[in-house]
């Protein structure tokens, strides 16, 4: 009797091979691409994506700070928009909003 586990592992090593998978085939050492070549595996992948969302969030921070700081409508919105909640300017553009005008 097989242990199912070697049974699974064998169709998968077939299904890889009929499926054209399998081992890693020769290639030119000489190439290089910037996504990595060949089966990349980076030794610091974890930290770089850590970096990597890390640097989009900063960016996307500051970039919303600014685009609140500067927001302005000419016209006054049909319907309620969710940016007026924290928007500088969103009481003197849009009388409906109620408050007062700080001047």
């Known amino acids: 009797q097989i242990p ?7 169709a998968f090593r077939q299904t890889l091979a009929r499926l ?6 020769h290639y030119p050492q000489h190439v290089w691409t910037p996504a990595g070549g060949w089966w990349p595996s980076p030794a610091n992948w ?9 640097g989009i969030g900063a ?5 919303s700070i600014y685009s609140s700081a500067n927001e302005r409508r ?3 919105p049909k319907n309620y ?3 007026q909640g ?6 003197e553009d ?9 001047e």
Not at 4 to 10: E, H, I, R
Not at 48 to 53: G, L, P, Q
């Open 46 to 54: 974890k930290r770089n994506t850590a970096v990597a969302i890390a």
């Open 59 to 63: 960016v996307q921070f500051c970039l």
């Open 74 to 76: 000419p016209m006054a």
């Open 81 to 83: 928009i969710p940016s």
């Open 4 to 10: 199912w586990s070697v049974v699974q592992t064998m």
């Open 20 to 25: 054209g998978g399998g081992g890693h085939f």
């Open 94 to 102: 849009d009388p409906t909003l109620g408050g007062t005008v700080d």
């Open 86 to 91: 924290w928007c500088k300017y969103a009481k």
